[in-house]
């Protein structure tokens, strides 16, 4: 019998015979660790969203997304001095720098000022059109948001800085379900909101148009934040979504 089987079976035998103690302190060691190990995953989590809303991000470099066009053009056979795409690499820095102007907008910028309008009530806005580009791909994904907001002791929000707020994350390489959460997020830290509630839905064109080719079909995330947690308030809300919806289409 090796070493380490005579080790492992003495030490069984140990606590079998006359060392309780010891299993209980090796219980409670592994609960500690374990909790020591919740408790880091809670906060690496929490220091995540904090990144993902307050990360600052450089100017978009032209040259080098004119470069790099270049280089894709060539990658995939085509030739970038034919005349149809002479100016393209030129034309994607400048689009890029509109597609993409949400990564150098401050959402507290957007957020800072409030009505001193004392309401209780609910504030929801439907149907914000949105246009953002997938991440994984870099094909656009495009729908609507429906963002819903208890306001905070400072007052109400302008109805157009949640359509602004939107236009904020989506006009970056994102995932929906990202987007949904960081404007339910930046809501509720930056306009000190009591509770949120954002529901989007988008058609993505890297399945409509690569992959599984289904077009039409509509991807639908949402995220809830404080007071709306509450099964009587959410219900509230999405009633109003869906009924205005139904409403609209009629």
């Known amino acids: ?8 079976n003495s030490s069984a035998l140990r606590l079998k015979a006359g060392e309780p103690q010891a299993a209980e ?15 880091d995953t809670q906060v690496g989590d929490a220091q995540a969203a ?30 970038p001095d034919r005349p149809g795409l002479r100016e393209t690499p030129d ?9 993409f102007e949400g990564l150098t907008t401050d959402p ?28 994984h791909h870099l ?7 429906h963002v819903g907001y208890f306001p905070g ?13 939107v236009d904020v994350y989506a006009r970056r390489p994102q995932v929906q379900e990202q987007m949904t959460a960081q404007i339910a997020d930046a809501l509720m830290k930056y306009a000190d909101a009591r509770g949120v509630i954002v529901v989007t839905e988008a058609e993505h064109m890297c399945m409509a148009m690569r992959g599984v080719r289904k077009a039409n079909a509509r991807t639908i ?23 205005s919806a139904r409403l609209s289409n009629n």
Request: with cysteine; hydrophobic share 40%.
């Open 1 to 8: 019998m090796s070493s380490s089987c005579v080790e492992e």
């Open 25 to 39: 302190a090796a219980q409670v060691g592994d609960a500690q660790a374990g909790d020591t190990q919740a408790g």
């Open 50 to 79: 904090e990144d993902s809303l307050e990360r600052q991000y450089p100017p978009v470099d032209k040259a080098k997304v004119r470069q790099a066009v270049r280089l894709y053009l060539e990658a995939i056979g085509d030739d």
């Open 91 to 99: 034309r994607i820095a400048r689009a890029s720098t509109e597609l």
């Open 108 to 135: 507290r910028e957007i957020l800072e000022k409030r009505f001193p309008v004392n309401s209780e009530e609910m504030v929801l806005v439907r149907d914000i059109e949105f246009y953002s580009v997938c991440e």
């Open 139 to 145: 094909l656009p994904f495009f729908g609507v948001a």
């Open 153 to 165: 002791k400072e007052g109400v929000l302008g109805l157009s800085k949640l359509a602004r707020l």
């Open 221 to 243: 995330t949402s995220a809830i934040r404080g007071r709306m947690v509450n099964p009587t308030t959410r219900a509230e809300a999405m009633s109003l979504i869906l009924n």
